[in-house]
C-alpha cells in the first residue's frame, strides 16, 4: 500500500486547510485509512480515521467538531477538511493505512504510512 499527501501550508489562526492523500496499492477494501501528526518535541499522535468500505469516521477529541475526514471510494483519495485552527495544531501531519475493520488510534496499529504534509498555524 502506498500513500501520498499533500495540501499543507501556512494559515492564520481560525482559517481553513484541506489535506488530501491518495492510497493505491490496496489489495481489497477492508481498510483503515486515518491521518496522525506530529509537533516538534511531541509524540505522534491520532487525529481521525475512517473505515474504507462503511465510510464510517472516528476523531480524536482535540479536533472533534472542527475536522471532517472523507474518502472518495472511487477515486481511492481520502480528505481532511480542517476548520478553526488553532496554533495547536501546527503539526507534519501524516495519512497512514492499515488492513481490517477496527477503527484503532494506535499509531502502531497503522503499518503503512506517506510521508508528512506540514500545516503552520500562526498565531
Known amino acids: 500500500v502506498q500513500l501520498q499527501a499533500s495540501g499543507g501550508g501556512l494559515v492564520e489562526t481560525g482559517g481553513s486547510l484541506r489535506l488530501s492523500c491518495v492510497v493505491s496499492?490496496?489489495?481489497?477494501?477492508?481498510?483503515?485509512v486515518g491521518w496522525f501528526r506530529q509537533a516538534p518535541g511531541k509524540e505522534r499522535e491520532f487525529v481521525s480515521a475512517?473505515?474504507?468500505?462503511?465510510?464510517?469516521?472516528d476523531y480524536a477529541d482535540a479536533v472533534k467538531g472542527r475536522f471532517t475526514i472523507s474518502r472518495d471510494y472511487l477515486k481511492d483519495t481520502m480528505d481532511l477538511q480542517m476548520s478553526s485552527l488553532k496554533p495547536e495544531d501546527t503539526a507534519l501531519y501524516y495519512c497512514?493505512?492499515?488492513?481490517?475493520?477496527?477503527?484503532?488510534?494506535?499509531?502502531?496499529?497503522?503499518?503503512?504510512w506517506g510521508q508528512g504534509t506540514l500545516v503552520t498555524v500562526s498565531s
Open positions: 497512514a493505512a492499515r488492513e481490517g475493520t477496527v477503527l484503532h488510534s494506535a499509531a502502531a496499529r497503522f503499518p503503512y
Open positions: 475512517i473505515n474504507w468500505r462503511l465510510g464510517r469516521p
Open positions: 496499492g490496496r489489495a481489497s477494501t477492508t481498510y483503515v
